[in-house]
């Protein structure tokens, strides 16, 4: 079974630039999460998905953030304009659905922004 | 806010050990897992104990669930080089849809 899939890997800004992340959960999964983790933390929830609609966005600024999941599969995350704050690694995980809750995963996306 | 609080923060054995972690947390649970991250890789998911069990088993992983103290333990036994790791506590809490509240981790460090 594939995993969940997230690209780039890395990635460089300078501070004000725009910067999209894209996840693939695994097939099937209905539930889809955005997290945030900042080095030597815990990862913290930005937004949840529940097939194509927003379950929870409550610690996303969206202001400067945004995230989307189109059809209910694929979904992509946009800072648009990023701070140096946002220096982060971006893990995408998915489960089967949002009362079962085992999350899977992605390798993440290492942001700096400089 | 981050709701688990892991104890210690950073962990160094020697490999044959056994680990301990601790996990202490503020409000009502459904349920709390703990989860593994290898240096610069996502997060793996180790078990989940539910708010209505005390223990729970899985290979060399042992978890308790004291929910009058609001605590969890993770302990790790017979270590290896390759148990070298993040581990985070992450309680799920609230309604239908579940999320997931992360502490900070305690970084586990066994020695060869």
């Known amino acids: 079974e594939a995993g969940v899939a997230q690209s780039p890997r890395y990635k460089i800004i300078e501070k004000r630039q725009s910067v999209a992340f894209w996840c693939n959960p695994i097939?099937?999964?209905?539930?889809l999460y955005w997290y945030q983790q900042i080095l030597g933390q815990g990862p913290k929830l930005l937004i949840q998905?529940?097939?194509?609609?927003?379950?929870?966005d409550s610690q996303l600024p969206k202001d400067r953030f945004s995230a989307e999941r189109l059809k209910g599969v694929d979904s992509t995350l946009k800072i648009q304009p990023a701070k140096l704050e946002d220096s982060a690694v971006y893990l995408c995980?998915?489960?089967?659905?949002?009362?079962?809750?085992?999350?899977?995963f992605g390798p993440g996306t290492r942001l700096t922004v400089l | 806010s981050q709701q688990g609080e892991e104890d210690p923060q950073a962990l160094s054995i020697q490999e044959g050990e056994n680990a301990t972690m601790n996990c202490s947390y503020k409000?009502?649970?459904?349920?709390l897992q703990w989860y593994r991250q290898n240096s610069g890789r996502g997060l793996v998911h180790l078990i989940l104990?539910?708010?209505?069990?005390r223990e729970k088993h899985s290979g060399r992983l042992r978890v308790t669930l004291d929910t009058s103290k609001k605590s969890s333990s993770l302990l790790i036994t017979a270590s290896r080089a390759a148990d070298t790791a993040s581990y985070f506590c992450?309680?799920?809490?609230?309604?239908?849809?579940?999320?997931?509240?992360f502490g900070k981790g305690t970084k586990l460090s066994v020695i060869p």
């Open positions: 995980a998915s489960s089967f659905s949002s009362s079962y809750n085992e999350q899977f």
């Open positions: 097939s099937g999964h209905a539930t």
């Open positions: 998905f529940q097939n194509n609609g927003v379950v929870d």
């Open positions: 409000t009502s649970i459904n349920n």
């Open positions: 104990i539910r708010s209505n069990e």
């Open positions: 992450a309680t799920a809490s609230g309604a239908g849809s579940y999320q997931l509240t």
